[in-house]
């Protein structure tokens, strides 16, 4: 079983940034690729970026590439979002997930543990 709590949503005016933390306890954090989702109101969660138990592999949907970056450090158990040039079609709950596997996953089904999500509203 592994535990995930996000942290660090908040509200932001367009072009800011955030970073996003998930802390995981539990099981060993190292053995299980990352995920961050997003879901906004009437839509469905979807893929954000995906990270591998190593952190030598990332993927992040075209409409972040080049604003966010996904990273872990598997010594302090979390992993992070780090959010640049936000626009106001960011605001979601933003939720991390983890899945038993080194390798990263881009399906939500492909995960198992999810956390509570973290609200990042961005203002125009």
């Known amino acids: 079983q592994v535990q995930l709590v996000e942290s660090g949503g908040g509200l932001v005016q367009a072009g800011g940034s955030l970073r996003l933390s998930c802390a995981a306890s539990g099981r060993t954090f190292s053995r299980y690729a990352m995920g961050w989702f997003r879901q906004a109101p009437g839509k469905e969660r979807e893929i954000v970026a995906a990270i591998s138990w190593s952190g030598d592999n990332t993927y992040y949907a075209d409409s972040v590439k080049g604003r966010f970056t996904i990273s872990r450090d598997n010594a302090k158990n979390t992993a992070y979002l780090q959010m640049n040039s936000l626009k106001p079609e960011d605001t979601a709950v933003y939720y991390c997930?983890?899945?038993?596997?080194?390798?990263?996953?881009?399906?939500?089904?492909?995960?198992?543990?999810w956390g509570q999500g973290t609200q990042v509203t961005v203002s125009s």
């Open positions: 997930a983890a899945r038993n596997s080194v390798r990263l996953g881009v399906l939500k089904d492909a995960y198992t543990y």
